[in-house]
Every structure is written in C-alpha cells, then in structure tokens.
T-cell receptor
Framework: DVKVTQSSRYLVKRTGEKVFLECVQD?????MFWYRQDPGLGLRLIYF???????EKGDIPEGYSVSREKKERFSLILESASTNQTSMYLC????????????????FGPGTRLTVL | GDSVTQMEGPVTLSEEAFLTINCTYT??????LFWYVQYPGEGLQLLLK?????DKGSNKGFEATYRKETTSFHLEKGSVQVSDSAVYFC???????????FGKGTTLSVSS
C-alpha cells in the first residue's frame, strides 16, 4: 500500500514563528503536492514538485515556501506564521504510470491541523 | 480557468435513502474526473474516477458517469449507510500527474 505520512496531526504555533510541515511518501512517486483545506473553500493548491529540487507555485503560494531535497520528502515552510494560516494542510503524491493518458491515483496523507495563535 | 462546482451541503439522509450529489465542471480539453471522500479525522481517499466521456466509475456502491455534453459527474448511491457519513469532493485533473482542482466539498450525514 502506498503510504503518505505527515510529521504531525496537530500543531499549535505562535504568530511570527517559522513552521515546518514534513511529508514523506514511500512509493517512489515523482510528483508531490501541498494543499490547504478550509471549510467552504475546499482544497487549494499551495505548491507542487515534479522532481527533486524542482518546485512550482500553485494557486495560493503567498507566505509559503517548499523544499524537496529527496524524492520521498516534500516540506512546506511557513516563513513567518500568521493567524490566517490556521488551516488543515494536506500532502499528496502521485506516480506516473507511463504514457497513453493513464492516471494513477493521487494519494493523500492524513493532514496536519495547524493553529496559529 | 478550470473549475469544479458541487452542490452545497450539508446533505442529511436516513439510512437506505438514495443519494445524489451534483458536480459540474468547466475545463478545456478532456479532463479526468474524480470523487474523493474524507471520513472524520482522516485524509482524502479516492472513491472513484472516470477518464473519458461516458465512462462510469464505481466503488462501494457509489457510481458516477462522465457526461461531456452536460459537463457533469454526479455521484449516486442507491442505499446509503451510516458509515457513508463523510465529506465528498468532486475534482478534475487536466493532465496525468498534475494537481487536482477540487470543488468545495459536500458534507453527507446519514442517520439510522
């Protein structure tokens, strides 16, 4: 079974702190994603990565950065946490099955519920 | 840009009732369509998917058909159970391996 793990289920931080959210997948997937989930807004893409050391901005990258030094690990960094970053953060990964338009399932971690006070 | 619109909840049903959750999309080309489910306290799990027009995805009694003419992918189940209580997300992907675009989610609550 594919497993995507996130370093914390619950996290409480103070405004201005630097926050690291870690995500690890164990299936050698190429692509990894960070989403933010808020009630009434669904999931929104923060950043994604197609390969080690590669990153692309998603729809809401402001206030966030990412790091992918190893294929299995994708970190989300809040440089200076603010109260409006209180949210559920979900990491996901997907492998590429090859060509021909085939899609593999995007696997999600359990989420980290971050509260910024 | 691409988007997904799904009916707002919460949807409250009695056990064994019929379920429909509407989902429509806006996208260029031929996206793949997905339904994900999130049980309380958990991450998202893929429920079913369809990759081309007229495909029907099915799993655990749930079904959805990719209707290109109406740009829809409505989720249905003939007889819901209490254990189906969860948040359901409709999503699309334009290309293999790319990020998903999600609807806002529909909360389903089933009572016995």
């Amino acid at each position: 079974d594919v497993k995507v793990t996130q370093s914390s289920r619950y996290l409480v931080k103070r405004t201005g702190e630097k926050v690291f959210l870690e995500c690890v997948q164990d299936m050698d997937h190429e692509n990894m994603f960070w989403y933010r989930q808020d009630p009434g807004l669904g999931l929104r893409l923060i950043y994604f990565s197609y390969d080690v050391k590669m990153k692309e901005k998603g729809d809401i990258p402001e206030g966030y950065s990412v790091s992918r030094e190893k294929k299995e690990r994708f970190s989300l960094i809040l440089e200076s946490a603010s109260t409006n970053q209180t949210s559920m953060y979900l990491c996901a990964s997907i492998g590429l099955a090859g060509g021909g338009g085939s899609y593999n399932e995007q696997f999600f971690g359990p989420g980290t519920r971050l509260t910024v006070l | 840009g691409d988007s997904v619109t799904q009916m707002e909840g919460p949807v409250t049903l009695s056990e064994e009732a019929f379920l429909t959750i509407n989902c429509t999309y806006t996208a260029t080309g031929y996206p793949s369509l997905f339904w994900y489910v999130q049980y309380p306290g958990e991450g998202l799990q893929l429920l079913l998917k369809a990759t081309k027009a007229d495909d029907k995805g099915s799993n655990k009694g749930f079904e959805a058909t990719y209707r290109k003419e109406t740009t829809s992918f409505h989720l249905e189940k003939g007889s819901v159970q209490v254990s189906d209580s969860a948040v359901y997300f409709c999503a699309l992907s334009r290309q293999a391996g790319t990020a998903l675009i999600f609807g806002k989610g529909t909360t389903l609550s089933v009572s016995s």
